[in-house]
């Protein structure tokens, strides 16, 4: 069965720095070649938004723009794990952090052309 498991999330000072986990596991994923990750946030009482996503190599990527030159994705094929470095968190950046994956080989920004989604880590900025 395929799953993405995240990790990392928690609390941190504005102005920190976070890095999320996304591991990928099952034989869909393990014998894909072209697996797009994208990563997606929720805030309480708002609709789900596009952070980041990266293309099967990792040398495609595409940032909101409100994320730019603060977050970085990558990802590790080896491992099958992607990561998305958060630095200079702000309060606005506090939410519900998923990873989901597809098997594109162009980046996809919009969530309903993700059908594999992890479980959400919540990520919290303190003033």
């Known amino acids: 069965q395929e799953q993405l498991v995240e990790s990392g999330g928690g609390l941190v000072q504005a102005g920190g720095s976070l890095r999320l986990s996304c591991a990928a596991s099952?034989?869909?994923?393990?014998?894909?070649?072209?697996?797009?990750i994208g990563w997606f946030r929720q805030a309480p009482g708002k609709e789900r938004e596009f952070v980041a996503a990266?293309?099967?190599?990792?040398?495609?990527?595409a940032y909101a723009d409100s994320v730019k030159g603060r977050f970085t994705i990558s990802r590790d094929n080896v491992k099958n794990t992607a990561y998305l470095q958060m630095n200079s968190l702000k309060p606005e950046d506090a939410a519900v952090y998923y990873c989901?994956?597809?098997?594109?080989?162009?980046?996809?920004?919009?969530?309903?052309?993700?059908?594999?989604w992890g479980q959400g880590n919540q990520v919290t900025v303190s003033t």
């Open positions: 989901a994956a597809n098997f594109q080989r162009r980046i996809v920004t919009t969530g309903t052309g993700y059908p594999y």
């Open positions: 990266c293309d099967w190599s990792g040398s495609s990527t």
């Open positions: 099952g034989r869909t994923f393990s014998f894909s070649r072209y697996i797009t």
